[in-house]
Each structure stands twice: as C-alpha cells, then as structure tokens.
C-alpha cells in the first residue's frame, strides 16, 4: 500500500461494482440519496465491468469492496462492529432496533454485506414484536437506508503514501460508508498493519477533494464536501506524521456541479492537469506549511503559481482543452475534468466528453474511453469511481 502521487503507475485499486443498491432508487429519494436521475443497473454493472476490464488488462489489480466488505464480515469483531453501526441510527427505536438486530444475526457474510450495501425495507423483515416505528412505517421505507454512492470509492479513503485517511463525509446519505471503509481498513487481514491517518469522527473531509499533486505536496479541495476545518485538520495530520510538507487548500464553488475539487482539475501527467477551463485562471489556494509543529499560513494565490511551487517545478502545465464555455460547462457537467491515470500521460475519462479528450490526446495524453451513460447519473467519473491503494514512487 503506498500512493504519493497521482499519475505514478497504478498497481492497485478499490473498485466498488455497483448492485441491488442502484435499484433502492427512485424518483422520490433520487436527490436525497445524491443520484440525478435512475439508473439502468445491469448497464450500470456492464459499464463498471468494462472500466474495470480496462484497468486489469493495463495490469492493475482490481479490489472490490463488496468483496473486502464480506470476508471481513467473517470476523466476529469486525461483524459485531458493522452491525452496531447500523442500529445506532436513532429513528429506530428500542422495538424496531431489536427486531433489525435479530434479522442480521441470521446473515452470512455474504448476504449481511449486500444488506449493509443495499439496505434494508419495511417489507423485507417481519416484526412479530409489533412495536410502533415498525408500524407507522411505510412499506417501502428503508429500516437500513441503501448506500448508492459507495460506487465513488474514492470519497470514503484516501491513501497517503502507507497510510490510509478514512474520511469524514459531510452527506448524510453518505455518512454510513465509512463505516465499512474504516472496518475493512481495521479488521482485513490485506490492510494488517496499515496505519489510519484520520477517521470519520474528525472534521468533514471527502476523498474526492484530495489530490496528492506531488510525493510530500496536497492540495485539499474546499466547498461543499471539504470543510476549511476539515483540510486543516487533514493538514495537520499529514505535516506532522511527515507525510507532506505543503497542503494547498483550495476554495471551490460550493454547489452541485463542482462538488469535490477533482470535479474541475485533475492530474494526467507529472507536471500536468486538465482543468475545467472557465475557472481554471481564478482558482486560489491557501498554502499550509509546518514549522516547529505548528502550521504556517500564506496569503490565497493562484492556484497553479502555488502549486507549481510546492511541487518543485517551473510550471504546472494546465492541457487547454480550448472548449467554448457552454462546451466546457456541459463536459464538466459529465465529469470530462475527472480522469483516472493509470500513468504519466495515460488515463480513463468518460468517452462522451468527445471534446476534452480529443484536446487531452492532441496534448499527447492517451485516453482510455469508457462508457458512462448509467454510471454517470451519479455525477461522477472515472476518477471518483476508484481509490488507488498502490502505485509505483513517482522518484
Ligand atoms: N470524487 C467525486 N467527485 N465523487 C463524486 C460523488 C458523487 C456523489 N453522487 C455525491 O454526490 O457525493
């Protein structure tokens, strides 16, 4: 396990292949549960099949976290740990809790992890107690809510160099994942040894959010995921197990279309990102350094200036995907600006972004396309659907 880049060789990666909890959507919780439409599952699982075929036949080992999820569950303390996550959800009361309880303890592995994914209707246990939460409920409502947004495995973890950050997501749909992040990080044997660098009770951060823009240099997206005290604390804790010695924070737009700072930039070379380009000049950062165990401040300054700095390079090459500001905004929109790179100047986008990924080839980047029309309804790419756990030392 080791990441301190993100466009090194990729070894390993954490997939997460979307199942029964796509099909909890519906046009009434699709926005709760962060999806913007509904998604066709058997196309959203042919989609991920194929990306992680592109990944495994470039020589990258996929990990999925349904399966991580239920080996782990084959230990007692790791199962005993995941079932109490879920009953703790205070709208279930004494009667509800205690029938859920008896329903999971009658799982194996196997099923009680697609539960903990898919979630869990009314109409799915019996109560024989009764109980009054059991009954005002509706049939359809969920006893355990679904987790659709576990596909974007790269929110709940984030890997610095040999050390793994599980997170603190700030939606509440998505507060549970990490509950099964952290327990696979705890208890597989995989991850034996492997040290937490931040856990879900700190302040919000989103993987999605982190770029390790260089060994020893982070920039931490702010906005509607990552709080300002969220990268601090983030910062702290890498400054001081010396995991870095910079952490850029970097102010996004705190809406919807620019949710987690990898929506508008993300790396695709050493020295190079593509960046959504309606911003990609007024993107500011706050440098964080250490100093004598405390952390050091700079004056906001443009984001690619700072950054190139930290980085210890002359420039940070922005690919100018030359689009027209509606072309842009409507690739943006589709994650165009999320790639995953598999290597120096060879990395998978959403082959729908016609535009961005004939500029990021005329750049001389290698585009791996796959399809995302079902995935995509997420609102996220290839990069969100991934955690790399091992890539090659960038030096
Ligand atoms: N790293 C990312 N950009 N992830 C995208 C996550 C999308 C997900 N539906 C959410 O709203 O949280």
């Known amino acids: 396990m080791y990441v301190d880049s993100e466009v090194s060789r990729l070894r390993t990666v954490l997939l997460h292949r979307p199942s029964a909890e796509l099909a909890r959507l519906t046009p009434r919780n699709n926005d709760s549960l962060l999806f913007d439409g509904i998604p066709w ?87 024989t107690g009764g109980g009054l939460v059991y009954e005002m409920m509706d049939r359809h409502d969920f006893v355990i809510d679904p987790l659709p947004n576990l596909l974007f495995t790269r929110d709940s973890s984030v890997w610095v160099r040999d050390r793994v950050a599980v997170t603190s997501l700030a939606m509440r749909a998505r507060r549970r994942e990490t509950t099964i992040t952290h327990a696979i990080y705890r208890h597989h044997p995989r991850f034996a040894g492997a040290e937490l660098l931040f856990d879900p009770s700190l302040e919000h951060v989103e ?66 990102v593509v960046m959504y380009p309606n911003l990609a000049d007024s993107l500011q950062a706050w440098t964080v350094t250490g100093l004598d165990g405390e952390l050091r401040v700079g004056a906001p300054r443009p984001f690619l200036e700072a950054a190139a700095e930290a980085m210890g390079i002359d420039r940070l ?24 790179a598999i290597a120096p100047r060879l990395c998978v986008a959403y082959e729908r972004n016609v535009e961005t990924n004939a500029q990021l080839e005329r750049a001389g980047i290698e585009v791996v396309r796959i399809s995302g029309s079902e995935l995509g309804s997420g609102r996220g790419g290839p990069r969100c659907m991934s955690c790399p756990i091992q890539r090659d030392p960038l030096r």
Request: aromatic share 2%.
């Open 41 to 127: 599952v058997s196309r959203a699982q042919e989609e991920h099949d194929a990306f992680a075929e592109a990944l495994r036949s470039r020589g990258v080992e996929v990990l999925y976290l349904g399966d991580l999820l239920a080996e782990t569950l084959t230990l007692p303390e790791a199962r005993a740990e995941l079932t109490a996550g879920v009953l703790a959800a205070r709208r279930l009361g004494d009667s509800l809790r205690a029938t859920v309880a008896g329903y999971l303890a009658d799982q194996d592995p196997d099923r009680l992890g697609e539960i903990l994914v898919a979630g869990l209707a009314h109409e799915e246990i019996k109560s």
């Open 207 to 272: 993987g999605g959010d982190v770029l390790v823009l260089a060994p020893e240099v982070l920039a931490i997206g702010v906005g509607e995921r990552t709080t300002p005290a969220g990268a601090e604390r983030l910062a702290q804790r890498v400054i001081a197990a010396g995991l870095a010695h910079t952490v850029l924070a970097v102010p996004i737009a705190q809406e919807r279309a620019t949710m987690h700072l990898d929506t508008v930039c993300t790396m695709v070379d050493v020295d190079a």
């Open 317 to 340: 090459r922005v690919i100018d995907t030359g689009l027209d500001p509606v072309t842009a905004e409507r690739e943006q929109w589709d994650d165009g600006n999320n790639t995953l």
